[in-house]
């Protein structure tokens, strides 16, 4: 089976400091692993997606994520922080049976 | 392109009722995924289909069902509505599913409330 744990509930950072999001996976084989954001009443949108190969991986809006396979871990991260990052984070690992499986979530608040 | 496309945003609905919520997938994507998302159970699976076959179905009771169409428009049923099937309710596509390496595209969601 496959599970996604998002140890951090809730993260305040100051804007401009950095960030990061832990995610930490199980999965049988090589996982597709996936972090989204999700804005007060909103859908999901695609911060940034890992298939393969570089284990370092670019996303939009200036976050990147390292694949770590001896830690089965997926860590989002962001140099400097801006107000409008405050949202709600989710870590996600498929595809086993057709799905994705999502982490709990990581609610992130930007302070002045 | 235009984005995945749900219909209605919200609606109120009182136990027992049924209800049907809708879903346009980005052109050219044939993989439609539902999730229900709730405060307390965070995001869970619904179902998931492609050129209108389930190819699979998450741990929710009968009176959730599904469909999708020739055209990759997929809906959405809850029969016998309860207070706990109250939640935001998101549809994603793709172009293969989850198994191809091409992600999921999220909708904004129907938020439906049942009083």
């Known amino acids: ?112 | 392109k235009a984005g995945v496309t749900q219909t209605p945003r919200y609606l109120i609905k009182t136990r027992g009722q049924q209800v049907t919520l809708s879903c346009s997938p980005i052109s050219g994507h044939r993989s439609v995924s539902w999730y229900q998302q709730t405060p307390g159970q965070g995001l869970q699976f619904l179902f998931e289909y492609f050129s209108e076959t389930q190819r699979n179905k998450g741990n929710f009771p009968g009176r959730f069902s599904g469909r999708q169409f020739s055209n990759s428009r997929s809906e959405m049923n809850v029969s016998t509505l309860e207070l706990g099937d109250s939640a935001l309710y998101l549809c994603a596509s793709s172009l293969e599913g989850p198994l191809g390496n091409s992600p999921l595209h999220f909708g904004n969601g129907t938020r439906l409330t049942v009083t």
Do not use: M
């Open chain 1, 1 to 112: 089976a496959q599970s996604v744990t998002q140890p951090d509930i809730h993260i305040t950072v100051s804007e401009g400091a950095s960030l990061e999001l832990r995610c930490n996976y199980s999965y049988g084989a090589t996982p597709y692993l996936f972090w989204y954001v999700q804005s007060p009443g909103q859908g999901l949108q695609l911060l940034l997606k890992y298939f393969s190969g570089d284990t370092l991986v670019q996303g939009i809006k200036g976050f990147e994520a390292e694949f770590k396979r001896s830690q089965s871990s997926f860590n989002l991260r962001k140099p400097s922080v801006h107000w409008s990052d405050a949202a709600e984070y989710f870590c996600a690992v498929g595809p086993g049976d057709y799905k994705l499986s999502f982490g709990a979530g990581t609610t992130v608040t930007v302070r002045a």
